[in-house]
């Protein structure tokens, strides 16, 4: 089964471990069949053996079943070994479908991170363009506020003559009123 490997590191290790779990349970179910199937036969050796001892009428009947029984344990041993080999596959196919799913939410997260950082980035040149423009306003203002100064400067000596003026005015405006009263 050729498959992409993944980018992420861990999930590939996890996939391989767990395919190597997977054979390794394979090869230990096998080899436990296997040795039930030999004791079985050493079991049905002993018996014949005692059988064969005894002779007579008996060992013929024996026989006849002790060949029953071994091509039973021939059919068990085998239909042991498919099922074995069924439930392997079978762990497998959830295996490789493991992957994907992890594939899938994999290349998700990423398209999802992606979006974020390009949502922060245009966050972030939203957040600096008004401070560059910030930074050349006061540059224009200062330009434009020194010749502002030079006609403010000669604008404001008339109006501090005028505040000097004011005073009296209203020193002498209420003296007047007296006088404009009597």
């Known amino acids: 089964m050729a498959s992409k490997k993944s980018k992420n590191p861990e ?3 996890a996939a391989d471990s767990l395919a190597e779990a997977a054979h390794h349970v394979g090869k230990a179910v ?3 069949v296997d040795q039930i199937g030999a ?8 018996v014949k053996s005692a059988a064969k001892a005894k002779g007579g009428q008996a060992q013929g009947k024996l026989e006849t079943l002790l060949k029953r029984a071994e091509t039973k344990l021939k059919k068990a041993t085998g239909e ?18 493991a992957k994907k799913a992890a ?3 994999l290349t998700e997260l990423q ?5 974020a950082a390009k949502a922060a980035a245009k966050k972030a040149a939203k957040k600096a363009a008004p401070k560059k ?5 006061p540059a224009a203002k200062k330009a434009a506020a020194k010749p502002a100064k030079k006609g403010t ?30």
């Open 39 to 46: 004791a079985a036969t050493a079991e049905l050796n002993k």
């Open 153 to 182: 400067a000669k604008k404001a000596a008339p109006k501090k003559a005028a505040r000097k003026t004011a005073p009296k005015k209203a020193a002498a405006a209420p003296a007047a009123t007296p006088s404009t009263s009597a």
């Open 80 to 97: 042991a070994q498919k099922s074995l080999n069924k439930a392997v596959r079978q762990a497998d196919k959830k295996m490789t479908q």
């Open 103 to 105: 594939k899938v939410k």
């Open 11 to 13: 999930l590939t290790q």
């Open 133 to 137: 423009a910030a930074a050349k306003k």
């Open 30 to 32: 096998s080899q436990k």
């Open 111 to 115: 398209k999802a991170a992606k979006a």
